[in-house]
């Protein structure tokens, strides 16, 4: 809404006029109060001009001295226009003589910042959501044995164009602080613009030869309590694979979909120390372009979107440890059996039992008449 005020500082004029020029990306509306037709309104535009303008003059023909009229006009933008400063040029005449040193208030320009009102929304989502881990004794033939599915929608909810859309993706890459590749980007596809991946990010190994925990490590991990660890990439984070989808420009109520084909190395989360029983791989989705600045504000805060896999250890021991188990019950349990045994000796639990014998064949042999030839050998 453009409001502004005619004032008759002088004696009566005749014919007041007042004029709006404008560039073509504006268009008028309406004069907003104008119930009883004060002013009567033209629209105007010269051919082959990029410049637009409104004539209007008092239905009275005549502003009395020392009036003042307040006209109010309700204006329109193009959406499709290029943010900036507008320019709005507003003069006003009459038939009347006026001096020259009278003019100077006669015309005034005004400045109309104009501003791109950018809302962009990203959501993502993956499937599926979780695989299982377990310490494997053998690798894999294809060690990238865990696949997913990326989707990210970005949504211009408006009410300007989104010029130059930028959407940056980011993975973990890697189980710091080794260096084996967790991840691969296998495909990728955008329904608008193109995307592509950065090669500023750190240098990993790609072999499948990831070495795996050592037999304490894993006993270690086998008698911990579960806990979880976050696998979270920052801004331009180098431990994270970088994607780049340049969408262009996204009008109002328009959406874009991007599509992630992912494999995963598990051996890579076996790696310990680092590995936990709930490993959180957190991806983000971020806007970086347009930016806010003198001529886009965001209407909400910077958009961004995470998604999340979880992988989750199962507690099931390794050979290795499997056979440490039931060394060490065999041990212990040899240990227990040997210390019940010398306890029980040293209590005299035998020593009675061989006193029994030997009182109980004394007894039989008293009832002999004659005695053995063993016993009588032994007494001659």
Same mark, same amino acid.
């Given at each position: 809404?453009?409001?502004?005020?005619? @004032?008759?500082?002088?004696?009566?004029?005749? %014919?007041?006029? @007042?004029?709006?020029?404008?560039?073509?990306?504006?268009?008028? &509306?309406?004069?907003?109060?104008?119930?009883?037709?004060?002013?009567?309104?033209?629209?105007?535009?010269?051919?082959?001009? #990029?410049?637009?303008?409104?004539?209007?003059?008092?239905?009275?023909?005549?502003?009395?001295?020392?009036?003042?009229?307040?006209?109010?006009?309700? %204006?329109? &933008?193009?959406?499709?226009?290029?943010?900036?400063?507008?320019?709005?040029?507003?003069?006003?005449?009459?038939?009347?003589? =006026?001096?020259?040193?009278?003019?100077?208030?006669?015309?005034?320009? /005004?400045?109309?910042?104009?501003?791109?009102?950018?809302?962009?929304?990203?959501?993502?989502?993956?499937?599926?959501?979780?695989?299982?881990?377990?310490?494997?004794?053998? #690798?894999?033939?294809?060690?990238?044995?865990?696949?997913?599915?990326?989707?990210?929608?970005?949504?211009?909810?408006?009410?300007?164009?989104?010029?130059?859309?930028?959407?940056? &993706?980011?993975?973990?890459?890697?189980?710091?602080?080794?260096?084996?590749?967790?991840?691969?980007?296998?495909?990728?596809?955008?329904?608008?613009?193109?995307?592509?991946?950065?090669?500023?990010?750190?240098?990993? %190994?790609? +072999?499948? +030869?990831?070495?795996?925990?050592?037999?304490?490590?894993?006993?270690?991990?086998?008698?911990?309590?579960?806990?979880?660890?976050?696998?979270?990439?920052?801004?331009?984070?180098? @431990? *994270? =694979?970088?994607?780049?989808?340049?969408?262009?420009? %996204?009008?109002?109520?328009?959406?874009?979909?991007?599509?992630?084909?992912?494999?995963?190395?598990?051996?890579?989360?076996?790696?310990?120390?680092?590995?936990?029983?709930?490993?959180?791989?957190?991806?983000?989705?971020?806007?970086?372009?347009?930016?806010?600045?003198?001529?886009?504000?965001?209407?909400?805060?910077?958009? $961004?979107?995470?998604?999340?896999?979880? $992988? /989750?250890?199962?507690?099931?021991?390794?050979?290795?440890?499997?056979? !440490?188990?039931?060394?060490?019950?065999?041990?212990?349990?040899?240990?227990? /059996?040997?210390?019940? &045994?010398? *306890?029980?000796?040293?209590?005299?639990?035998?020593?009675?039992?061989?006193?029994?014998? =030997?009182?109980? =064949? !004394?007894?039989?042999?008293?009832?002999?008449?004659?005695?053995?030839?063993?016993?009588?050998?032994?007494?001659?």
């Amino acid at each position: 809404m453009l409001k502004t005020s005619l @004032l008759n500082s002088g004696d009566d004029a005749f %014919l007041p006029r @007042l004029m709006l020029r404008f560039p073509d990306n504006i268009h008028y &509306i309406k004069v907003l109060q104008n119930q009883d037709n004060v002013v009567s309104c033209d629209v105007t535009q010269e051919v082959n001009s #990029t410049t637009a303008g409104v004539d209007c003059s008092v239905t009275s023909l005549l502003l009395s001295a020392n009036a003042q009229l307040n006209i109010n006009f309700l %204006l329109d &933008i193009n959406q499709n226009s290029t943010p900036g400063d507008v320019t709005i040029h507003v003069n006003t005449s009459s038939d009347n003589y =006026e001096r020259e040193e009278y003019l100077l208030d006669n015309s005034v320009s /005004l400045l109309l910042p104009l501003k791109y009102g950018v809302n962009i929304n990203i959501h993502g989502f993956v499937t599926p959501t979780s695989f299982v881990l377990g310490d494997e004794d053998t #690798t894999p033939v294809d060690c990238y044995s865990e696949r997913f599915n990326y989707t990210y929608k970005v949504l211009n909810s408006g009410p300007s164009r989104s010029v130059d859309t930028v959407v940056d &993706i980011a993975l973990p890459k890697i189980l710091a602080p080794y260096r084996h590749r967790l991840l691969q980007v296998v495909d990728w596809q955008s329904s608008h613009g193109v995307c592509s991946i950065k090669d500023t990010t750190v240098s990993v %190994l790609d +072999d499948c +030869d990831v070495p795996q925990a050592s037999f304490i490590k894993q006993l270690v991990f086998f008698f911990s309590s579960t806990s979880t660890r976050r696998m979270s990439c920052g801004r331009a984070d180098e @431990l *994270c =694979e970088q994607l780049v989808c340049r969408l262009g420009n %996204l009008e109002a109520g328009r959406d874009a979909f991007i599509q992630l084909e992912i494999r995963l190395n598990p051996a890579v989360l076996r790696q310990a120390p680092g590995r936990q029983g709930v490993m959180r791989l957190e991806s983000t989705a971020t806007m970086s372009s347009p930016r806010e600045g003198p001529h886009t504000v965001f209407i909400t805060e910077q958009p $961004a979107a995470q998604v999340v896999v979880e $992988a /989750l250890f199962t507690q099931k021991p390794t050979t290795t440890v499997k056979v !440490f188990i039931i060394v060490i019950s065999l041990v212990l349990g040899l240990m227990i /059996l040997a210390a019940l &045994i010398w *306890c029980l000796w040293k209590a005299g639990f035998f020593k009675r039992e061989f006193q029994k014998k =030997e009182e109980e =064949e !004394f007894k039989r042999d008293s009832w002999d008449y004659v005695p053995k030839n063993d016993k009588r050998e032994s007494t001659s």
